[in-house]
């Protein structure tokens, strides 16, 4: 079983909808979460931390944790094509020494 | 200069070379690593440095050997690779105090091995 898990995708929303992406992880151990952006050729960028149960919201963006189900989600209103990117989960767990957990992905491609 | 620095963007080299990359962090934190990213496939942890002593080495091969000489700057020492050691390589830092360790990454390495 992947410690991280989400939907490659692609991952395919009109521009000015909401898309949603999913996360799910393994180790009921794991306390902080992370959702970065990469762009082709790029880096990943953070873009949201969570560590409480619940909804956070920055911006467009709104990162959503719910332990018991050991599920985490991103939802990104009003996309723009300049969203267009791969979006990373992470998860860190202190019985792992903090290391962070990374999933593999999910595409996102915003259609104008 | 800000942030996590890699140096160089693009390497070419043969299997019997000798190359090294290096990273440097301008955020003043505590903690560097070394992250393999090949095409489709999770970001893999391969060295962890924290305070400077290593404290994770996750079964790289021996051809990939790091060297953290301070808490600001972190290399990765290459040799006799393989093909399949073609991939882009990042570094990252964080400070490791609590829950505030996010990871901040470096703009990566794209490393072909012919």
């Known amino acids: 079983q992947k410690e991280v898990e989400q939907n490659s995708g692609p991952l395919s929303v009109p521009e000015g909808a909401i898309a949603s992406l999913n996360c799910t992880y393994s180790d009921r151990g794991s306390q902080s979460f992370f959702w970065y952006r990469q762009y082709s050729g790029k880096s990943p960028e953070l873009i949201m931390s969570i560590y409480s149960n619940g909804d956070k919201e920055d911006g467009r963006f709104t990162a959503q944790l719910n332990k018991a189900s050991q599920y985490v989600s991103l939802l990104i209103r009003d996309s723009q094509p300049s969203d267009s990117a791969t979006y990373l989960c992470?998860?860190?767990?202190?019985?792992?020494?903090?290391?962070?957990?990374f999933g593999q992905g999910t595409e996102l491609s915003v259609k104008p | 200069e800000t942030g996590v620095t890699q140096t160089p963007r693009h390497l070419v080299m043969g299997m019997t070379n000798k190359k090294s990359l290096k990273c440097e962090q301008h955020?003043?934190?505590?903690?560097m690593y070394w992250y393999k990213q090949s095409a489709k496939k999770p970001l893999e942890l391969m060295f962890v440095?924290?305070?400077?002593?290593?404290?994770e080495n996750n079964s790289v091969p021996s051809r990939f050997s790091p060297e953290c000489p301070n808490s600001s700057h972190l290399f990765l020492h290459l040799h006799t690779l393989q093909p399949e050691d073609s991939a882009l390589y990042l570094c990252?830092?964080?400070?490791?105090?609590?829950?505030?360790?996010?990871?901040?990454f470096g703009p990566g390495t794209r490393l072909t091995v012919l």
């Open positions: 955020l003043g934190h505590n903690a």
């Open positions: 990252a830092s964080s400070q490791t105090s609590g829950r505030t360790d996010t990871q901040y």
């Open positions: 992470a998860a860190t767990s202190y019985n792992q020494g903090g290391k962070l957990i």
């Open positions: 440095y924290s305070l400077e002593e290593r404290v």
